[in-house]
């Protein structure tokens, strides 16, 4: 059998597992069954996995991604397994990297699964306007947020990740921010992953809903122990009508992880999205993004940079679908990369034929310092309406000589200039981050992980 | 007695591309004096800025040049710029996401490092840079804004002097300052240049016209042409290129 059929079979193996009745793994015993229709939705992912199976070569949405690595890591064997114990000193550790401030509400996930002990949401909470849960909880509450929402809008036979993600997630984060609430401060989402010794695997899945008028800043903190583990991730997210979502992600997983990624939006009438994706880590990633503007003068503005360095090789898909008139969409993704590193930048705008009056904004400016280091930048504009006011532009460059010169004129030496010049290049997206603790944390990390190395 | 030389220039040949610009120039440039280099388009003037301060584009072939007695030539750009040699930039660059300050600070803690001196914190930066800011008439605002990012020519050039003022260099190498400037402008520029003349500082102004040199008197002037020094003379040697052009004076050489 080949590698990738064996996966494919060895995938659903293991959901078999999962579900069969009295199977009494220590990892379903005594928790409570799903409800029906979350068991049918799961069921039915996994038939689209076998059917879809993983993306390949021909799949022209991942032509420059191959996920032969992530494939040959045999990660199913874990799935349905008892999850190993942690100590949790080293789950402390890797939180208090993120350095999040007191009294900013934190989710932390860890290995795939909520874990109470490391997070800081309460009641209070709830006053700041937001509901927080935890996906395992919140399905087996009786008011349940995501029961209506999970699986809804999004296609798990898109492809076998996102196939694989609605089988088997079973955690994540439920957040709910009140109609006409305004959270005053940023929520967290840390996904943690520590090292067990064996290749281990992380489904998580998320819904947020932001009801009419609502106004609030979500970040999600992808971090982790060396180690080999893949951590597939997808989020749902909807905004009523008028309200507001700052979404930051942050992906900072080790060095020798994978990372799938999908975000779902949909923003109604004069709602709006902004979304800052920064990615730093991990061996192999993918990060998705659909944004439907549902309503008019609906908005999505969305920021990216990627900082890679060593041999990392990060894939950001960015599809943007104007469904109705007058909405407007702003993107901005940079790539600042070095060594052997590889990065891919699709990015998709759709204008329907009767969505006139849109106006959308796409931008790809990609930084090369080392001749290994490569680049692919797809722009896609598939507009087919008349009166709209679209641009793109896609750049790839070399550090500029002249600048370079100028800087060294002024006595910085070679490995300052080149740093400097990179600094500049990345900080139009650093800058915009909300929050300035946030801000100082994470340009710091960029500046340790990618740039330190920039001049070298 | 001679003078002490701060620069001194011998029979340098330059190429860039394998095109032959400077051809046997020389120049002697004593402690404490201001030359200015004149020159009609062509004639080598910005190549002789580049090779003083590295440019890597241009290959020395022959000569040599020595800057306080080191072989300047040898020296990487930053060791130069470190060692005093300031270059203002006839195209100053632009780089946005980083502040004249952010930058600057880095720039002159560099010199002051290299120099034995104790690096400047943020605040004792600050203070200095309004006080040399106001010099130039530069408004504290700049000091903020990403480095000459969407800046007038007036502006920039008085950047490259606020900057010159900041560093306090030894040789300082004025290429086409005055190009882009209006009258206002250039006696501010000349100012902030002159508040830096003294004993121990030299300076190579290079200017296609005149005009600058109304307010940054030379000791000396030096007149180019294909590539090497036709004629020098004193202050008057530029009058009469104003008077009357290049082509006469470069003939009467010859």
């Keep these: 059998m080949s590698t990738l059929a064996e996966a494919k079979a060895g995938y659903v193996a293991a959901f078999e597992r999962r579900v069969r009745p009295g199977a009494g793994s220590s990892a379903t015993a005594g928790a409570k069954p799903a409800p029906k229709w979350l068991e049918d939705a799961r069921r039915e992912a996994i038939v689209a996995f076998d059917k879809v199976g993983f993306p390949g070569p021909k799949n022209e949405d991942w032509k420059y991604t191959g996920v032969t690595p992530i494939v040959s890591e045999p990660f199913y064997a874990a799935l349905g397994e008892a999850r190993p114990a942690y100590a949790s000193s080293r789950v402390a550790a890797l939180v208090g990297t993120l350095a999040i401030p007191a009294g900013e509400p934190a989710l932390v996930f860890v290995n795939g699964s909520y874990a109470a002990a490391f997070s800081s949401v309460d009641a209070t909470d709830v006053a700041s306007g937001f509901t927080v849960r935890s996906l395992a909880a919140d399905l087996s509450a009786t008011d349940s947020i995501a029961a209506s929402r999970l699986g809804r809008k999004l296609d798990a036979s898109a492809h076998g990740f996102l196939a694989l993600n609605t089988a088997f997630a079973d955690d994540g984060a439920v957040v709910r921010i009140s109609e006409g609430r305004v959270a005053d401060k940023p929520l967290h989402l840390v996904y943690v992953g520590v090292a067990t010794g064996k290749p281990a695997l992380a489904h998580l899945r998320s819904v947020i809903v932001a009801e009419p008028g609502s106004a609030a800043t979500i970040v999600e903190h992808y971090v982790g122990e060396p180690g080999v583990y893949l951590t597939n991730t997808a989020i749902e997210i909807a905004l009523a009508r008028s309200a507001t979502l700052r979404h930051v992600k942050i992906q900072d997983e080790a060095e020798t992880a994978y990372h799938v990624a999908r975000l779902e939006a949909e923003v109604a009438e004069q709602a709006s999205l902004a979304s800052h994706v920064v990615t730093i880590g991990g061996a192999l990633s993918r990060s998705e993004i659909y944004v439907r503007l549902v309503g008019r003068n609906a908005e999505c503005r969305l920021d990216g940079l990627y900082a890679l360095s060593g041999e990392r090789h990060a894939d950001h898909h960015t599809v943007v679908d104007h469904v109705v008139a007058e909405t407007k969409s702003f993107e901005n993704y940079k790539g600042v990369l070095d060594g052997s590193s590889r990065g891919v930048f699709t990015g998709r705008v759709m204008v329907r034929r009767d969505s006139q009056k849109v106006e959308a904004r796409q931008q790809n400016k990609n930084l090369l310092l080392s001749e290994g280091a490569v680049v692919e930048t797809r722009p896609q504009l598939e507009i087919y309406a008349d009166d709209v006011q679209c641009s793109h532009g896609a750049a790839i460059g070399r550090l500029d000589e002249s600048a370079l010169f100028y800087l060294r004129q002024r006595g910085l030496d070679m490995d300052a200039a080149r740093g400097l010049l990179t600094w500049a290049f990345a900080s139009e997206i650093l800058d915009r981050l909300p929050g300035e603790a946030l801000r100082q944390t994470v340009t710091e990390r960029v500046r340790f992980v990618a740039l330190e190395r920039a001049g070298k | ?254």
Excluded: W
């Design chain 2, 1 to 254: 007695m001679a003078k002490d030389l701060m620069l001194e220039v011998c029979d340098l040949h330059a190429e860039v591309a394998g095109k032959q610009i400077l051809n046997g120039l020389s120049l002697e440039l004593p402690v404490g004096e201001v030359h200015a280099v004149m020159g009609p388009n062509g004639s080598g003037k910005s190549t002789l800025a580049a090779v003083l301060t590295g440019r890597d584009h241009f290959t020395v072939t022959k000569g040599s040049v020595r800057y306080q007695g080191q072989d300047l030539l040898a020296m990487e750009p930053e060791l130069r710029a470190r060692a005093g040699v300031f270059l203002s930039f006839q195209y100053p660059i632009e780089i946005p996401g980083i502040s004249t300050a952010y930058f600057l600070k880095a720039a002159v803690n560099a010199v002051r490092k290299h120099r034995g001196q104790e690096e400047l914190d943020a605040i004792d930066f600050l203070k200095i840079a309004r006080e040399k800011a106001k010099l130039v008439a530069m408004d504290e605002s700049f000091l903020n804004r990403s480095l000459n990012e969407g800046f007038s020519g007036g502006e920039k050039k008085r950047n490259e002097i606020f900057q010159m003022l900041m560093l306090e260099p030894t040789l300082i190498v004025l290429d086409e300052t005055d190009s882009g400037l209006d009258v206002d402008a250039l006696r501010t520029v000349a100012d902030g240049v002159n508040a830096l003349r003294s004993a121990g500082r030299s300076m190579l102004v290079i200017t296609h016209y005149q005009r600058l040199l109304n307010y940054i008197v030379p000791d000396r002037t030096h007149v180019l042409a294909a590539g090497k020094i036709a004629r020098s003379g004193g202050p008057e040697l530029a009058l009469e290129v104003e008077e009357k052009g290049y082509k006469s004076i470069a003939e009467r050489a010859a």
